[in-house]
């Protein structure tokens, strides 16, 4: 299926989209491939700062950002947590509850869902430190 796309036009300083162009004539790809990868990368390193991450959950628990936008930048997993703490916060004592349930494990994990094996313990049933 492919996937909606958005015209954008902006203004950037000559000398940054010379080297763009550069960039993109040596990896002998488009410029705008070479702004989409990059706007890629950087919101993908985004997602994984905790400095942005707190900006993002400030934004989402005071309704300025709505679920979906959460989940498409830190994924289902994270976004099904805030969700939890949102819908807590107001409640007395606060209690996470979830509307309609919680999802199957295919739809929360969208697909395979690992098995927990626990590590080899000694037999005094501690388990053993690894180097």
Not at 118 to 123: E, I, K, R, T, V
């Amino acid at each position: 299926m492919a996937e909606n796309k958005t015209r954008v036009d902006f203004n950037a300083p000559a000398s940054l989209v010379e080297r763009a162009d550069t960039v993109a004539d040596v990896l002998d790809i488009s410029r705008t491939r070479l702004l989409i990868d990059a706007l890629q990368d950087e919101l993908d390193e985004l997602a994984t700062d905790d400095g942005f991450r707190r900006r993002l959950s400030d934004a989402y628990y005071t309704g300025n950002v709505d679920f979906e936008t959460v989940e498409s930048i830190l994924g289902r997993e994270e976004a099904m947590r805030m969700k939890l703490l949102r819908a807590s916060l107001d409640r007395e004592p606060p209690e996470p509850r979830l509307e309609d349930g919680l999802p199957s494990d295919d739809a929360f994990y969208d697909g395979e869902v690992s098995e927990w094996t626990p590590d080899d313990s000694s037999d005094d049933g501690s388990a053993e430190t690894r180097n």
